[in-house]
């Protein structure tokens, strides 16, 4: 419907734009101000709540990561955690913490990802955006180490991992997480407190915090505008109830807190990692868990790094899942993204900046 | 004061003694309520502006066409209580049809529409019932997430 | 503006950025040098005829179904094909195999002109050394870690 | 018949012969130094330097297989590449305004680059003693270029982009105007070669050093160079109003960027880091003094490209409100400044 107001044009920020992705904004605007951003899903939707249906709980890992590929750990492990607690399947301790480090490693790998595309939406090509895509090459040459591939692990199965730490990756994730910490102090000097970049994201973008919990914000958008919700620390799955590490919470809820959240987190997932490889349990690394599970339901809530995703599963018995319902983080974070303009103004010029400060993951809104 | 699972459900089945219809403690932190249908935006915005459930995670529906029902669960969370809770209402399968709750929390617009796309669920007083995620040529009446939609088999 | 925000906010990154400038570059120039993949790198997949005896378990297990199990001629089980249009590199199939006849290989340069090229018979399922598949190939390298630089070395 | 220095062994008529013998030395300058072949020279160079010094701070290696070294043949094949592309309007667009943009446009900044002394007597025109004033009057032709490419390609977007441009334009060339101003009082003059003479003892950097910020500031908005490079930026609707261009009429657009940046730089130079001032190395003559004119624009230009990788574009509101808040009263502040101490940095400069 167009609005009657006069001088009122819809522009399709739409799939085929440098910086929209997979997905396609209708701005209402009239040249500068944007009135009304709605959103238009479904261009990458794989109906994968199907497809898992048809698969055994093994088999359903693979597509079920590729709802964020580029946090293919903590998807996998929401899967493997609402199977497990809908049959009550007990994870020996080692396999939770080799879980704890890979999803780690997943997390900075996606927050990176994020960082650079943020950089790189405030405008020009900035150097920022290729080195995060050069440092994620460790972190991917550390998950290829562990998992044997370096994107889609599907390395989680129901009641552990699928292998154990090689000999020597030790040493080389402690060098790494080293490296890793010196290019922080890179990207904090060249970029957090480049003056162009706070011009263009402070104050921008704001979602109070009472929106931020009454919109459904998610992740680091949510701990952006000062909600302390972080799953690792409400449920304490896997080997975080034993790792001490801070919460990343930013109060001002502008584009700036969530990238400052982003990169906060990825210092605390490199301690986290640390923590994890120091004290490293011994014991085995996966339980035998039969194919065909009892009935049951099971819920499972994981903070994957866009924000908290949550997996509903329903066993009828059989080797697949009767049901699998997904609560996707990016969905809620689109959503947010689609309200804003009513709660702050928004050029035409920050749509880029503000869409990339939420972070949103268009193949796992869409399912 | 810190209120514990069984204060909730004390909470809600008080209120509403002939509109709930079953409610459990799942797992610590986790309850699930079931509703019948009318009672449905009633417990919803008593949850929500008496017990603080302001945070809306998202919104699903299931088929059983064993028991010929169709269950729509509305997952909920709140700040203040730390838990969550799964609001959940049955309709017929045959023509099912659910009150919206659009009005109370404004998210569920979207995952309402998505319920009715691939279920088929009406949604009644939903402001704009259209398709979300399926392609704008999908045949109408095919609801691909139903039980009795096959999969083509590759 | 005052003159501790410039010197933090703009003249900073463009000291950092300039440092930059005499790193070493981290691309690598791909036909003329390549990777060490891990040894747990799950790339082409190698049928070993004397280990399997044509069970079917990898077939199952394949989420994407790209396994099926034919004839040999001069063999008297049933050996899986693998058709690469569709593989995703999961490795669930090495992983299910009791015997061990399935194994990963380091082997990712598998482009074909045709589609059909892309099936891989039981029989061609051979371990390949990866020069012969890509020639230009003059050496294998290693990242190799210094304190904040990242350096490529020669590895056999 | 004036003496040829070196004989020319072309079969040429002798009045051509004559012609040449007698003003050799304007065509060289025509030709090669300030003229046509520098500017272009200068383009090839320039682009081909920020993309192998911005790939180098990105830790990639840049343009590399074309030409044996390090990809310098890279900028050639893309400038062939472009004649070879077809050129062809928009429907409805006005083909006049259309076609004309491109051919003009490029001119106006070659044109402002005429102005400037190489050496003491190595300058093409000097306008009797009002180089500076020719040369403001010259690159403030440029936005009604864009705007007239904005409105011939009949395409709602490059009219915003167009507008933008203008904006910008007005928002960077008033602080520039009023920088120069401080350092016309402190010469006394309009006449470059005047103020460069004057630099002799000490570059105008120091005695001017608010206008010398403010200057090199307003010198990236008018070229659009990275913190303002808001009519170009991918995520406003298009590619601001050269989007329509193909082929080598896009690459002449390319031009324009690049021969204001050469402008700018080359007035920037002979303003504040004293013009052909310099150690005397290639023997006293105009040799030193181009030589060291190349290696400051050399400095200047890599210091200004180099921001693209540095920082992100501003936003057009924010760019205009450092224009008009803080660049302006700054360039007046300046003025006040040297008005006040002129006696003394006069003393300082003698």
Redesign the interface.
């Known amino acids: 419907m167009m609005s009657e107001t006069k001088g009122i044009m819809r522009?399709s920020w739409g799939p085929q734009h440098?910086?929209s992705g997979q997905f396609r904004f209708i701005l209402e605007t009239d040249?500068e101000n944007v009135y009304e951003i709605i959103p238009d899903?479904?261009f990458t939707?794989r109906?994968i709540?199907?497809?898992l249906e048809?698969?055994?709980f093994?088999?359903?890992i693979?597509?079920f990561e590729r709802l964020a590929m580029v946090d293919a750990a903590n998807v996998g492990l929401a899967y493997v955690r609402a199977i497990e607690?809908a049959a009550n399947i007990e994870v020996p301790k080692r396999a939770q913490y080799i879980r704890t480090i890979l999803c780690e490693i997943s997390r900075i790998n996606s927050h990176l990802y994020a960082i650079g595309l943020a950089?790189e939406?405030?405008?020009?090509?900035?150097?920022i955006?290729?080195?995060t895509t050069?440092d994620r090459?460790?972190f991917l040459?550390l998950a290829?180490?562990?998992?044997?591939?370096r994107w889609?692990y599907?390395f989680f199965i129901p009641g552990g991992v699928?292998?154990d730490i090689?000999e020597g990756f030790k040493e080389k994730a402690l060098?790494?997480l080293?490296?890793f910490e010196?290019?922080l102090i890179?990207y904090r000097?060249?970029?957090l407190?480049?003056?162009?970049?706070?011009?263009?994201s402070k104050g921008i973008g704001k979602l109070s915090t009472e929106d931020a919990?009454?919109?459904?914000a998610a992740g680091p958008s949510l701990r952006g505008s000062g909600?302390e919700?972080d799953m690792r620390k409400?449920d304490k799955y896997e080997a975080y109830g034993e790792i001490d590490f801070r919460m990343a919470v930013q109060k001002e809820g502008d584009c700036q807190a969530r990238f400052m959240v982003r990169f906060l987190e990825m210092i605390e997932s490199t301690r986290i990692i640390k923590q994890a490889l120091e004290n490293m349990p011994p014991g085995p690394f996966k339980k035998p868990v039969p194919p065909k599970l009892p009935k049951g339901?099971g819920?499972a809530?994981v903070e994957t790094a866009r924000g908290?995703m949550?997996v509903?599963v329903?066993l009828d018995g059989s080797d697949k899942p009767y049901?699998v319902?997904v609560?996707?983080p990016s969905?809620?974070n689109l959503?947010v993204i689609s309200?804003l303009p009513k709660l702050t103004k928004i050029?035409?010029?920050?749509?880029?900046v503000v869409v990339w400060s939420f972070d949103p993951w268009y193949l796992d809104a869409?399912? | 004061m810190t209120w514990s699972e069984e204060d909730i459900i004390k909470a809600v089945t008080e209120n509403f003694k002939e509109l709930v219809t079953e409610s459990k403690v799942l797992k610590p932190k986790r309850i699930s309520i079931t509703v019948k249908p009318d009672g449905l935006v009633s417990v919803a915005t008593f949850l929500r502006d008496s017990l603080g459930f302001d945070h809306p995670l998202g919104a699903g529906a299931i088929d059983y066409p064993a028991e010929n029902k169709m269950q729509m669960v509305y997952y909920l969370w709140s700040v203040s209580k730390r838990t969550i809770v799964m609001l959940k209402a049955d309709t017929p399968r045959d023509n099912p049809k659910l009150p919206t709750l659009s009005g109370v929390w404004d998210q569920m617009n979207l995952h309402e529409r998505e319920a009715w796309e691939m279920f088929g669920i009406v949604f009644e007083g939903h402001p704009k019932l259209e398709r979300l995620l399926l392609p704008e040529d999908w045949e109408e009446g095919v609801y691909p997430l139903r039980k009795d939609y096959k999969l083509p088999e590759r | 503006m005052k003159p501790s925000e410039v010197k933090q906010g703009l003249l900073k990154p463009y000291a950092v950025v300039f440092k930059h400038v005499f790193k070493k570059p981290h691309t690598l120039m791909y036909p003329y040098e390549r990777l060490k993949f891990a040894p747990r790198y799950r790339g082409f997949i190698t049928v070993d005829l004397e280990k399997c005896n044509g069970c079917g378990m990898c077939a199952r297990t394949c989420p994407d179904k790209c396994i099926e199990l034919v004839e040999v001629p001069g063999r008297k089980y049933k050996y899986p094909k693998i058709d690469y249009n569709y593989c995703c590199f999961c490795g669930l199939c090495v992983d299910s195999c009791f015997r061990g006849a399935l194994s990963k290989t380091e082997l990712v340069e598998l482009s074909a002109y045709r589609r059909e090229d892309l099936v891989v018979r039981p029989e061609d399922a051979k371990p390949k050394p990866i020069e012969s598949v890509s020639p230009m190939l003059k050496r294998f390298v290693a990242v190799k870690i210094v304190d904040d630089n990242i350096t490529y070395e020669e590895v056999r | 018949m004036a003496e040829l220095p070196i004989p020319i062994p072309l079969p040429l008529p002798d009045w051509i012969i004559e012609f040449i013998a007698l003003n050799w030395e304007t065509l060289l300058k025509i030709a090669i130094i300030p003229g046509l072949a520098f500017i272009l020279l200068f383009e090839l160079i320039a682009v081909w330097f920020e993309r192998k010094f911005l790939a180098d701070a990105m830790l990639r290696i840049g343009p590399l297989y074309c030409g044996r070294v390090a990809g310098w043949l890279q900028l050639i094949a893309d400038a062939l590449k472009l004649t070879i592309k077809e050129v062809f309007a928009p429907k409805g667009a006005h083909k006049l305004l259309f076609y004309a943009v491109p051919i003009v446009a490029p001119t106006i900044p070659a044109l402002a680059v005429v102005l400037i002394p190489f050496g003491p007597d190595w300058i093409l025109f000097r306008a009797s003693g009002a180089g500076l004033l020719l040369f403001f009057a010259l690159t403030s032709l440029i936005p009604v270029t864009t705007i007239l490419a904005g409105w011939g390609s009949n395409n709602k977007y490059t009219i915003i982009g167009a507008l933008r441009s203008a904006y910008l334009y007005i928002a960077a060339e008033m602080p520039l105007f009023i920088a120069a101003a401080g350092v016309v009082i402190l010469a006394g003059t309009f006449d470059l070669v005047k103020i460069v003479e004057l630099q002799s003892k000490m570059w105008f950097a120091i005695p001017q050093f608010i206008g010398f910020i403010v200057f090199f500031i307003a010198m990236l908005g008018a070229s659009e160079r990275v913190p303002f490079d808001i009519p170009v930026a991918e995520q406003e609707l298009v590619l601001g109003w050269r989007t329509e261009y193909t082929g080598i009429a896009f690459g002449l657009l390319m031009t324009i960027e690049y021969a204001c940046l050469l402008a700018w730089s080359l007035l920037f130079i002979t303003l504040y880091l004293g013009g052909y001032q310099g150690p005397p190395i290639l023997g006293p003559g105009t040799a030193s003094g181009i030589f060291w004119m190349l290696v400051k624009l050399g400095i200047v230009v890599a210091v200004a490209i180099f921001l693209r990788v540095v920082f992100p574009r501003y936003r057009i509101d924010q760019a205009l409100r450092l224009g008009w808040r803080y660049l302006i009263p700054l360039a007046l502040l300046n003025i006040f400044l040297t008005l006040a101490m002129k006696p003394y940095l006069l003393a300082m400069l003698q």
């Open positions: 522009i440098p910086m040249g899903f479904g939707h109906g709540e199907k497809i048809y698969r055994t093994v088999q359903g693979v597509p607690d950089a939406a405030a405008g020009g090509y900035p150097a955006f290729l080195w050069a090459e460790l040459d290829e180490m562990l998992t044997g591939a889609s599907s699928r292998a090689p060098k790494v080293s490296y010196k290019r890179a000097d060249s970029w407190e480049n003056e162009i970049w706070l011009t263009r919990i009454k919109l459904g909600v919700l409400e339901e819920f809530r908290e949550d509903h329903i049901r319902k609560c996707a969905f809620r959503y309200k050029l035409v010029a920050d749509v880029p869409d399912r």
